[in-house]
């Protein structure tokens, strides 16, 4: 085990170290660039948006259809977990707190490449049933006709989420609880499994309906726990912001290699939250019945600020106004134990409970991902269920496998699908840009954008856009 263990941190040495940070930035930069700034300056309609997207004009929704919400919230449940609490703690731990700065970096640009796939994942979504599917493996497939590269996408997708971030869920809910409250890992992990089957075994209607109640109660509990914080350590902030700078640009830290560490960690932990870039958030973006592709790009964009800048500030915030020892405590514990240190025993508690809801809710919005790829690859019944098993099994393995492990899977696992999605992304990524004109075009003449391949030249003829 050991001998694998040094394998995997070597592998994800090697992927981390410049790959993907180069891929990432460049990708995001040019996106930004070429969009015109557009998680900038279009933040007022994403809001807008997020609360009067509309279905096709004239068209009713059907009952089992997704709302652009509730598309959201699926994608914010899988966003919005370990990583918010777990892995921030690990990144400042390991890369300092200057992880956090590149945390915010690679937020702002990254939600670039965040609106590129998501408007992209509703231009080439199909009609299933009741609803719609989609996501990177069918804009590979109908938009960059690559049938190999969506059936390797589909594959990293099931491994990366279904099985190595589900690890990782699981894994840190067991340890928080069993900090807390003493439970034993191998029993939460029984219990937690037993939950995860009932909720998948209901589809992504349960899914988005579970996600749409407890995903924003989450939030806003934990965000006010947080500002209740920082309220009472207002007098450090400023220290505390200087040293998130200082660490993330100081000499002293270039030169003794702490800068490429910090550098790392905010990038690959701020991805494992975010996940902008990944390809994860267009497998729920593409459910939503929507008028225009555009709109639910912009929606999903709001996702990133809410996982990144607001949610991992909050935890990032707590932990370096607490004064715990950053070597002393890594993971979740690192988190409970600087909010012990403000507001005493009762800190432990409510991470473990708040980890519970935010972790349980990204598991089954990972096993949606999976889902939705698995899907792609093969439409058996029987393949569905065995997968659905599956997920229960690594659940219950995530609960007591160790941290470290869980962690340099899910990272290896999850660079090389975001290296698939990225290429996909600029590949197609000009025809999101004519979407947006066109978006802009008509909101310029007052009217509540709808869109028809029709209308742009380029895509009328595109037979591998099937629902516009």
Known sequence: MELFDQLIATANDLLWGYVMIIALLGCAIYFTLRSRFVQFRMLGEMFRQLTHANTHSGEEMAQKQISPFQAFVVSIASHVGTGNLAGVATAIAVGGPGAIFWMW??????????????????????????????????YIMYGLRCRPMAILFSVLTIVTFSFAFNTVQSNTICEAMENAFGIDSFYM??????????????????????????????????????????????????????????????????????LGAAMMQGIKR??????????????????????????????????????????????????????????????????????????????????????????FSSIFGNY?????????????????????????????????????????LADITMGLMTLCNLIAIVLLGRQVLLLLENYRTQRRAGKDPAFRKQDIAELAENDGIECW
């Open 105 to 138: 970096v690679i937020a702002l640009v990254g939600s670039a490449n965040s609106f590129i796939e998501n408007t992209l994942a509703q231009l080439y979504k199909r009609k299933a049933d009741d609803s719609y599917i989609g996501g990177p493996a069918y």
């Open 189 to 258: 992990g029984i219990g937690l499994t037993v939950a995860t089957l009932l909720i998948i075994f209901g589809g992504i209607q349960r899914i988005a309906r579970v996600s749409e109640v407890v995903v924003p109660i989450m939030a806003i509990g934990y965000l006010l726990l947080a500002i209740v914080v920082v309220v009472l350590n207002i007098e450090h902030i400023p220290q505390v912001l200087s040293m998130i700078f200082k660490n993330a640009f100081g000499i002293e830290q270039f030169a003794g290699g702490g």
């Open 270 to 359: 701020g991805l494992f939250s975010n996940e902008a870039g990944m390809g994860s958030a267009p497998n729920a973006a593409a459910t939503a019945s929507i008028s225009h592709p555009v709109k639910q790009g912009l929606i999903q964009m709001l996702g990133v600020f809410t996982d990144t800048i607001v949610i991992c500030s909050c935890t990032a915030f707590i932990i370096l106004v607490s004064g715990v020892s950053l070597n002393e405590f890594n993971g979740v514990q690192l988190t409970q134990e600087a909010l012990t240190s403000e507001i005493g025993g009762a800190g432990r508690i409510f991470v473990a409970i708040t980890i519970f809801f935010f972790a």
């Open 368 to 408: 949606y991902y999976g889902e939705a790829n698995l899907r792609f690859v093969t439409r058996s019944r029987m393949a569905l269920n065995i997968f659905r098993i599956l997920v229960g099994g690594v659940v219950m393995i995530g609960a007591v496998m160790s941290l470290k492990t869980a962690w340099s």
